[in-house]
């Protein structure tokens, strides 16, 4: 099973600030790499698919990069709706999820 | 627009049964894989079984094989997983999911989950 394991843990952010979030597969999964939102109480949103993808109607501030292990997510400036947990998910083989990154208020 | 509305959750004690279904709509149901993830309260998200659009082929994660059953009703657009043998780990929300043609793919559309507990 490929193990994806993601960091920081968590990520303390200023409103306007710029995030970076890291994700690391155990095993190439190619450029077979999501990123997820989700908020309390709310299921996961996609936000990125294909490492670099951005879904439909997902802001441009979000981004994403990456292939074969490593991998990231960039928040370019942090709005206040932006403050979640960030999973990464592979499905280059099966499919697993990260533990996740909370992006919370500094 | 897509929706995927889970139900059937509850409180059951270890080693009883449940059965969760996930109605959908907004989609050709019948044309997509769909898939079962989980969440235990406080933890991250655990992929539990995936199955194809036509329901021949069906995968399941380590922790649920054996005793997990995913189907699929195209004619009534519902996803189900059967439970069996459940155990206090199984506690978690129970999320249905899909929108893409591939079985291992990422995922596109969500329910809204619905809570399975297993406790004495």
């Known amino acids: 099973e490929i193990v994806m394991t993601q960091s920081p843990a968590p990520l303390s952010v200023s409103p306007g600030e710029r995030a970076t979030l890291s994700c690391r597969a155990s095993q190439s999964v190619s450029s077979n790499l999501a990123w997820y939102q989700q908020k309390p109480g709310q299921a996961p949103r996609l936000l990125i698919y294909?490492?670099?993808t951005r879904a439909t109607g997902i802001p441009a501030r979000f981004s994403g990069s990456g292939s074969g292990t490593e991998f990231t997510l960039t928040i370019s400036s942090l709005q206040s709706e932006d403050f979640a947990v960030y999973y990464c998910q592979q499905y280059n083989n099966w499919g697993t999820f990260g533990q996740g990154t909370k992006v919370e208020i500094k | 627009q897509v929706q995927l509305v889970e139900s059937g959750g509850g409180v059951v004690q270890p080693g009883w049964s449940l059965r969760l279904s996930c109605a959908a709509s907004g989609f050709t149901f019948s044309s997509y894989p769909m898939h079962w993830v989980r969440q235990a309260p406080g933890k991250g998200l655990e992929w539990v079984a995936v199955?194809?659009?036509?329901?021949?082929?069906?995968y399941y994660g380590h922790s649920v094989k054996g005793r997990f059953t995913i189907s699929r009703d195209s004619s009534k657009n519902t996803l189900y997983l059967q439970m069996n043998s459940l155990r206090a780990e199984d506690t978690a929300v129970y999320y249905c999911a899909g929108g893409r043609p591939a079985m291992f793919t990422y995922l596109d559309y969500w329910g809204q989950g619905t809570l399975v507990t297993v406790s004495s």
């Open positions: 199955i194809s659009f036509d329901g021949g082929n069906k």
């Open positions: 294909g490492a670099s």
